[in-house]
């Protein structure tokens, strides 16, 4: 069973089983992922046929976790913004939705790990100061996508280049 049909089996059953959160969260989870379905439609119908479309844009696994990556990004944003105003329930509230969200992803990366592909990407590109940062990041991410946060990344790859 590939990921997205375990995430809409799992919102079958917590709309039987009435678990609103989770219900709520896995309904814009959902959506955002019937949304890129259109957009990529949409890029596909200017070059392909109709008969193909259904199939062609479908999402791959990675497209699903580039997606749920996405939304569990934009629930950290807004638990932070929240804090910054002091509104800890609402925070509570955007961590609770990550937890639910974070089920769904690959395993995470520990940040030794990340440091040690850093270090070998450091060599196979040859970079050597922050001016570099732009190219290394850009052989680096497509390595981590959905397995560990670009912030995370972003810091581990200035401290090794020193910026």
């Given at each position: 069973m590939g990921l997205k049909e375990k995430i809409d089996q799992d919102f079958k059953e917590a709309f039987k089983g009435r678990n609103e959160s989770q219900l709520s969260v896995l309904r814009m989870l959902l959506a955002a992922l019937k949304n890129k379905e259109v957009e990529k439609?949409?890029?596909?119908?200017?070059?392909?046929?109709?008969?193909?479309?259904?199939?062609?844009?479908?999402?791959?696994?990675?497209?699903?976790?580039?997606?749920?990556?996405?939304?569990?990004?934009?629930?950290?944003?807004?638990?932070?913004?929240?804090?910054?105003?002091?509104r800890m329930e609402l925070a509570e509230k955007e961590e609770g939705e990550i937890k639910i969200l974070a089920v769904y992803m690959p395993e995470q990366m520990s940040e030794e790990k990340v440091a040690q592909l850093v270090s070998e990407t450091i060599k196979e590109t040859g970079a050597s100061s922050p001016k570099d940062m732009g190219r290394l990041m850009g052989v680096l991410m497509p390595k981590v996508k959905g397995k560990v946060d670009g912030s995370v990344v972003g810091r581990i790859v200035k401290e090794q280049l020193g910026g």
């Open positions: 439609r949409t890029k596909l119908s200017k070059s392909e046929p109709i008969e193909k479309l259904e199939e062609l844009s479908r999402l791959s696994e990675e497209e699903v976790i580039e997606v749920l990556s996405s939304e569990i990004k934009k629930r950290r944003e807004a638990s932070d913004q929240y804090k910054k105003g002091d």
